[in-house]
């Protein structure tokens, strides 16, 4: 599934990606494409291949068929020139114990070019991290934090985050969110972003475009705006013969003796203006149920 026809290049691109972990195929065919500017949220179940397709993309795993692009170059061969201009937040904080806050900042601002030191030092007091302590010593969420900034700190083109807030308190996520998109020149591109979480609130808040992956598999991917406007829930009494099976029904269950349908507007033969618009953690629960 693609985002978009744009001719613009897109910022990030996977095309036929397959990747197996002993019998069991963690991503399944995946095809995406983000344009520049979009803030994308990946979302699905513990388990549904979201930590493995963004280390698929950033060139950390390599997938069995298929390939992945980042801003234009090839994930498994990213030059230097890229790699200045991405951030990656792993799922797991990847600190050196030893160090200080503080220390990490001042490693980091010596490998990216781009590095802004007051940057970085004035999104640490927004996030309420303590500079002097070291990584051992921080807690889950502070780590979190620090990981964040050093992803940050050197104003990148393109980001791509695993689960970047599920330690954070509620301030600093907000003030995480808000500084996705605080770029050093305001004129410039818009930043790129690919962001896993199962925070669906604070995602809905900030998202373009949602991919819904299921079992290594992308289910629903497209615009929030036409995705909240097209897909819709169609409760029916059971036995009914409305919507059958078809073009446009992304699932149905039952349920307390009613059916359940959710169904894309633009391609099912539904009613007009028929059911109810969905929120982001109302969608999820209907398409994994
Ligand atoms: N190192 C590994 N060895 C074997 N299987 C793995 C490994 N890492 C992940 N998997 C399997 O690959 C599949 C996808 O896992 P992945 O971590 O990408 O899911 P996820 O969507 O990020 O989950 P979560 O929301 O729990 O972080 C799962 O079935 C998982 O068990």
């Known amino acids: 599934m693609l985002f978009d026809d744009d001719a613009a290049p897109p910022a990030l691109v996977a ?18 494409r983000v344009p520049v500017g979009a803030v994308v949220g990946l979302v699905g179940r513990n388990g549904a291949g979201k930590s493995t397709l963004l280390r698929c993309l950033v060139g950390l795993s390599a997938p069995d068929t298929g390939h992945c692009h980042l801003l234009g170059a090839p994930s498994l061969e990213l030059p230097d020139a890229v790699r200045e201009r991405l951030g990656y937040v792993a799922q797991t904080p990847d600190l050196f114990d030893w160090l200080t806050a503080e220390q990490h900042l001042r ?3 010596a490998l990216y070019r781009g590095y802004d030191e007051r940057r970085a030092l004035l999104l640490a007091s927004q996030l309420d991290l303590p500079l002097g302590v070291r990584a051992s010593r921080l807690s889950g969420g502070d780590q979190q934090k620090l990981s964040v900034l050093l992803a ?7 980001l791509l985050l695993d689960e970047p807030v599920s330690s954070l308190d509620p301030m600093a996520r907000r003030n995480f969110m808000r500084s996705l998109f605080e770029r050093r020149d305001a004129e410039g591109p818009p930043r790129t972003v690919l962001i896993s979480s199962h925070l669906l609130t604070d995602l809905e808040r900030v998202v373009t475009h949602v991919a819904f992956l299921r079992a290594g598999q992308l289910q629903l991917v497209g615009e929030w705006d036409a995705l909240t406007e097209h897909v819709r829930l169609l409760e029916l009494p ?23 349908v959710l169904f894309d507007a633009r391609v099912a033969e539904a009613p007009p203006a028929a059911g109810q618009a969905l929120g982001l953690d109302e969608l999820f629960a209907e398409l994994n149920a």
């Open 15 to 32: 095309e036929g990606l397959s990747l197996w972990r002993g019998n069991c195929i963690a991503l399944n065919h995946i095809n995406l």
């Open 107 to 109: 490693r980091f601002s």
């Open 152 to 158: 940050l700190a050197h104003d990148p083109d393109l």
């Open 238 to 260: 059971a036995g009914h013969t409305a919507l059958p099976r078809g073009a446009g029904v992304l699932n149905r269950r039952e349920l307390a003796g009613r059916e359940r």
